[in-house]
């Protein structure tokens, strides 16, 4: 039996970080990409996004000498479709969007307005003195810092899971 793909381009698996900004000007979100192709990504969102609503997306890891999403510093994109992951541990939403434009330069009003909050302590920062360790937590200095002497092993790794949302 021969499936049927409507993918124009080849998809490539990803975990980079994405920051996105949905609706609310001044807060952005953070997630994890899955995957990507010349035109698209999808990635995971802890909230639903509306089909054919239009999203901004800051790279965190950007660097120009990168293949793959992080050779751009930010997108324009239009949310193409958003379903719930069928997952009973996650309520996590995944997104697949189509970029609609590419740039190498940071977004204005994503670095002039943009505040985040520790997802930790709830402090107000700004978005170059965020700390995460990996693309859906974003921890403050302090908060990082105290995440990082836990040594490893099943408490870090609980602490890491609630944080991060996907608590059993």
Not at 111 to 121: G, K, L, N
Request: proline residues 5%; neutral net charge.
């Amino acid at each position: 039996m021969q499936t049927y793909s409507r993918r124009k381009t080849e998809r490539h698996p990803s975990e980079a970080p994405v920051q996105y900004v949905y609706r609310q000007p001044d807060r952005f979100y953070n997630s994890q990409i899955v995957n990507y192709s010349e035109d698209g990504l999808y990635f995971r969102s802890f909230q639903p996004l509306e089909p054919d609503s239009q999203i901004r997306i800051n790279m965190p890891n950007y660097s120009s000498g990168a293949s793959g999403p992080e050779a751009y510093q930010s997108y324009t994109a239009a949310v193409r479709w958003c379903q719930k992951i069928s997952d009973d541990k996650s309520s996590q939403f995944g997104v697949g969007i189509e970029i609609l434009e590419k740039s190498y330069e940071r977004l204005t009003d994503i670095a002039t307005r943009v505040r985040q909050t520790c997802d930790r302590c709830d402090a107000v920062l700004s978005t170059a003195s965020v700390c995460r360790f990996n693309g859906s937590i974003c921890l403050c200095a302090d908060c990082y810092g105290r995440l990082e002497k836990i040594p490893e092993g099943n408490i870090k790794s609980d602490i890491k899971r609630i944080l991060d949302g996907n608590v059993i």
